[in-house]
């Protein structure tokens, strides 16, 4: 966590706030270290507060450093206002409106709230090293887990068996999924968000297997498409398309480029081979201790590319009633590129 | 579902409400039946909309009934504020400012939000018929996994060990954790929010084990105490005590009584044994589709229960370094008393 204080104290002195109150846990988590279900902290020029209940100040004790532990008995507001002074940045895309009219209710004359959101997310967005290994890991864990479920086959299973079967793997190994695992095949694969179902996966189908996995905080998230025997014309024509807007699009991955560049590269593979209205989503976006984080890879997105971002580079083609194809890799941005972090094969892979 | 929709505009007529905007997923859920991740509702007489995108327009189709869907293309908050008049209900308790800062710049003139926070969480407190049916079986299928659990032994496992076994063993049963399993043996027994450890198991000593399972979104909580051979005279007494104020506290349990005076019946017996400052939390609370929900049992909870209510009746001392005890059921309540959902004894159960 070192440092991370200061980077934000350097987002206030860009921002002219004098504190800053963070109240997401997921940001909390990042600023401090803390893994519990109740904190706060509050950052200004060397002021480091962080605030629980009684109920974690042995766990706040052996997980944060570099922050002065409060343990708030009694009023949880009050005790933070009374840290805060002047211009204080809060985190508006979270903080309920319930809760800051509490707040105001509790400052002393002449503190301002400012909104100030996505000030952490902003700095999540580059991983240091040891994020970057955590990242890794989970990456590794989960490409063992789609090996093994492949080994295991996937035609006469029903996909939430290969889901679930895949999730309590993860488990063993150590690991939380991520998300809940998808397996969609033949038609279900055109519905991108389907829920595993009961229906059977059938032979000459397409399976849509995402997966990821959260290992020490981290997420990983992934995507590989596999065939249960030929697929037929279609379904082949439809994965080297894809999968040729995948590998253009990590060739556009790099510093300094936006998240619109990228995934227009994509976008304009799959366009031109006729399907521009079947790539309903983004190309992809940043993954961290959350598993949609920025950057934004997106025809809407400006964000610019850094080294040590973590993003997926997912394109997809759904054709409804008929079959889905996503393929999707996980890599750190680099200066000149990227290094990938998915180690599995991309042509397409006959499994049982 | 059904009829849920007309509960909520009686509460808007009390309130003078013309809308109610609801955008909480857990109440969104409870409406509408919706189980997806980004939907909204818009409540009024006579008014039933449903948002949602595109990922879960099929899903919506399948789960939502008596509400009109309406998939939103592009601008989510302007499609919601077209459906918006007169006085707005909001849930503040829950929307992020920036959200409703977004919102007001569209709202037509004359549009005023209100806020109405916890009104869908009023409604969600006292349990329909299927309601109460899933909890039950949740409820069952804890107590199945509890068995199973002291089956497999405690002494000479981590506390870790028996918690992922235990959750795994609710996966395969077809539910989830409705949070994190505790295991917390010997002094760590004293920490009532302990992380399980990588702490082997001793033999005589009390291990607290709390455990819920979620199945069709409806989730049960309880607490067994269990002790891996004799835990001493200290143990057995702090164990005798908690039982009784546990089994005092339960005949307490009747519609018309506040969660005030139930939490009273067991903390004067805990009192009266010496340990008023080893009982740090309420007695109970609400469970359904949350593990947490209204009516509160606490010393200072007004809420007044209600027939068909479900709550958590679970006192416990935790005395620091050495050990803890906390005995928790799982009862709806009744016009004149309870019906408990928990099956397993709760007499001193000595396991390997």
Same mark, same amino acid.
């Given at each position: 966590?070192?440092?991370?204080?200061?980077?934000?104290?350097?987002?206030?002195? %860009?921002?002219? +706030?004098?504190?800053?109150?963070?109240?997401?846990?997921?940001?909390?988590? /990042?600023?401090?270290?803390?893994?519990?279900?109740?904190? *706060?902290?509050?950052?200004?020029?060397?002021?480091?507060?962080?605030?629980?209940?009684?109920?974690?100040?042995?766990? *706040?004790?052996?997980?944060?450093?570099?922050? %002065?532990? @409060?343990?708030?008995?009694?009023?949880?507001?009050?005790?933070?206002?009374?840290?805060?002074?002047?211009?204080?940045?809060?985190?508006?895309?979270?903080?309920?409106?319930?809760?800051?009219?509490?707040?105001?209710?509790?400052?002393?004359?002449?503190?301002?709230?400012?909104? *100030?959101?996505?000030?952490?997310?902003?700095?999540?967005?580059?991983?240091?090293?040891?994020?970057?290994?955590?990242?890794?890991?989970?990456?590794?864990?989960?490409?063992?887990?789609?090996?093994?479920?492949?080994?295991?086959?996937?035609?006469?299973?029903?996909?939430?068996? =290969?889901?679930?079967?895949?999730? *309590?793997?993860?488990?063993?190994?150590?690991?939380?999924?991520?998300?809940?695992? @998808?397996?969609?095949?033949?038609?279900?694969?055109?519905?991108?968000?389907? !829920?595993?179902? &009961?229906?059977?996966?059938?032979?000459?189908?397409?399976?849509?297997?995402?997966?990821?996995?959260?290992?020490?905080?981290?997420?990983?998230?992934?995507?590989?498409?596999?065939?249960?025997?030929?697929?037929? !014309?279609?379904?082949?024509?439809? /994965?080297?398309?894809?999968?040729?807007?995948?590998?253009?699009?990590?060739?556009?991955?790099?510093?300094?480029?936006?998240?619109?560049?990228?995934?227009?590269?994509?976008?304009? @593979?799959?366009? %031109?081979?006729?399907?521009? &209205?079947?790539?309903?989503?983004? +190309?992809?976006?940043?993954?961290?201790?959350? =598993?949609?984080?920025?950057?934004?890879?997106?025809?809407?997105?400006?964000?610019?590319?850094?080294?040590?971002?973590?993003?997926?580079?997912?394109?997809?083609?759904?054709?409804?009633?008929?079959?889905?194809?996503?393929?999707?890799?996980?890599?750190?941005?680099?200066?000149?590129? /990227?290094?990938?972090?998915?180690?599995?094969?991309?042509?397409?892979? +006959?499994?049982?």
């Amino acid at each position: 966590m070192r440092g991370r204080g200061e980077r934000l104290e350097r987002v206030l002195a %860009e921002r002219e +706030l004098d504190r800053m109150l963070v109240t997401d846990l997921t940001n909390v988590r /990042y600023l401090t270290g803390f893994t519990g279900t109740n904190g *706060a902290c509050v950052c200004g020029p060397g002021i480091r507060f962080f605030f629980t209940d009684f109920r974690y100040t042995e766990r *706040a004790a052996a997980e944060v450093e570099g922050w %002065e532990p @409060i343990t708030v008995q009694g009023d949880w507001l009050a005790a933070i206002a009374e840290r805060l002074e002047g211009r204080v940045g809060i985190e508006d895309d979270h903080l309920p409106v319930r809760t800051l009219e509490k707040l105001r209710g509790k400052l002393a004359e002449g503190v301002e709230p400012v909104a *100030a959101g996505s000030s952490v997310e902003g700095l999540r967005r580059v991983k240091d090293e040891g994020e970057l290994a955590a990242i890794a890991e989970a990456s590794k864990l989960a490409d063992e887990v789609w090996l093994w479920s492949v080994e295991r086959g996937l035609a006469g299973r029903s996909e939430r068996d =290969v889901a679930r079967a895949a999730e *309590a793997r993860i488990r063993e190994l150590g690991g939380d999924p991520s998300f809940p695992a @998808i397996v969609a095949a033949g038609p279900n694969g055109a519905l991108p968000h389907a !829920e595993p179902g &009961e229906r059977e996966i059938g032979r000459g189908e397409l399976v849509v297997f995402d997966l990821g996995a959260q290992l020490d905080g981290y997420c990983s998230d992934g995507t590989r498409t596999y065939a249960t025997g030929d697929p037929g !014309e279609e379904g082949r024509g439809v /994965y080297e398309v894809v999968l040729q807007a995948q590998l253009a699009a990590l060739e556009a991955v790099k510093a300094g480029v936006t998240g619109e560049d990228v995934d227009a590269v994509a976008r304009k @593979i799959i366009d %031109e081979a006729g399907h521009c &209205e079947r790539f309903g989503h983004g +190309l992809g976006h940043g993954v961290g201790l959350e =598993v949609h984080e920025g950057p934004r890879l997106s025809p809407k997105s400006d964000d610019l590319l850094a080294p040590n971002e973590v993003v997926t580079v997912e394109p997809g083609i759904y054709l409804p009633g008929k079959l889905g194809v996503r393929i999707e890799d996980f890599v750190v941005v680099a200066e000149d590129g /990227y290094r990938n972090l998915s180690t599995l094969p991309k042509e397409l892979t +006959l499994v049982e």
